[in-house]
Nanobody
Framework: QVQLVESGGGLVQTGGSLRLSCTASGRTFTSYAMGWFRQAPGKEREFAAAISWSGGNTYYPDSMRGRFTISRDNAKNTVYLQMNSLKPEDTAVYYC??????????????????????WGQGTQVTVSS
């Protein structure tokens, strides 16, 4: 079992930045690839970023590449999402998730919610125009 707790959300103006953190407890953090997803009101939860267990590989959707950066500190059991040049359409609840199985590394499965085994409760990000 892995428990994930997100923090760092808040209200920011258009063009601003935020850094989200997700701290894991429970099983060995390096056993898991990690991902960030987001869900805006009335919309499906969508993939935002992912990172391999070592941090050596990162993945982004085209819409967020260049503005979002995912990283991890395995010594602190924490994964981060640095978000720059924020837009009102980035407003959403942001969730971190942990993927313990090999499915994550197959093709583009890192984009899929079903590739992840554990989820945090989410942190709200609101970007004002």
């Amino acid at each position: 079992q892995v428990q994930l707790v997100e923090s760092g959300g808040g209200l920011v103006q258009t063009g601003g930045s935020l850094r989200l953190s997700c701290t894991a407890s429970g099983r060995t953090f390096t056993s898991y690839a990690m991902g960030w997803f987001r869900q805006a009101p009335g919309k499906e939860r969508e993939f935002a970023a992912a990172i391999s267990w070592s941090g050596g590989n990162t993945y982004y959707p085209d819409s967020m590449r260049g503005r979002f950066t995912i990283s991890r500190d395995n010594a602190k059991n924490t994964v981060y999402l640095q978000m720059n040049s924020l837009k009102p359409e980035d407003t959403a609840v942001y969730y971190c998730a942990a993927a313990g199985g090999p499915r994550f590394y197959t093709g583009t499965n890192y984009r899929l919610k079903r590739s992840y085994d554990y989820w945090g409760q989410g942190t709200q990000v609101t970007v004002s125009s």
